[in-house]
Nanobody, 121 residues
Framework: QVQLVESGGGFVQAGGSLRLSCAVS????????LGWYRQAPGKQRELVAT???????NYADSVKGRFTISRDNAKNTLYLQMNSLKPEDTAVYYC???????????????WGQGTQVTVSS
């Protein structure tokens, strides 16, 4: 069993900041890429940012310079620092992990349940 549990969402005014966390737990051998995705009402889920096992990062153009993704490998935890938030950042934010559950298993993707971020104008 693998669990991804997000926390840190909430309500904030435009220009404010939030920090999301995602704790990955369970039967895990190795974690590769971790990422944040978001889905606004009526829209498709989109990539926000990803980070590899060697901390190489990738960001959506819409969040570059405002959001920072990081990970603590010792704690199997993923973070997303969100600054200068805009109303268009309002969405449910999901964390995702590409991982192996044992040395002889294949890489598989797992998702958290999501956390709501609401930015008021």
């Amino acid at each position: 069993q693998v669990q991804l549990v997000e926390s840190g969402g909430g309500f904030v005014q435009a220009g404010g900041s939030l920090r999301l966390s995602c704790a990955v737990s369970g039967s895990i051998f190795r974690i590769n890429v971790l990422g944040w995705y978001r889905q606004a009402p009526g829209k498709q889920r989109e990539l926000v940012a990803t980070i590899t096992g060697i901390s190489s990062t990738n960001y959506a153009d819409s969040v570059k310079g405002r959001f920072t993704i990081s990970r603590d490998n010792a704690k199997n935890t993923l973070y997303l620092q969100m600054n200068s938030l805009k109303p268009e950042d309002t969405a449910v934010y999901y964390c995702a992990a590409e991982l192996r559950r044992s040395y002889d298993s294949t890489w598989s993707n797992y998702w958290g349940q999501g956390t709501q971020v609401t930015v008021s104008s």
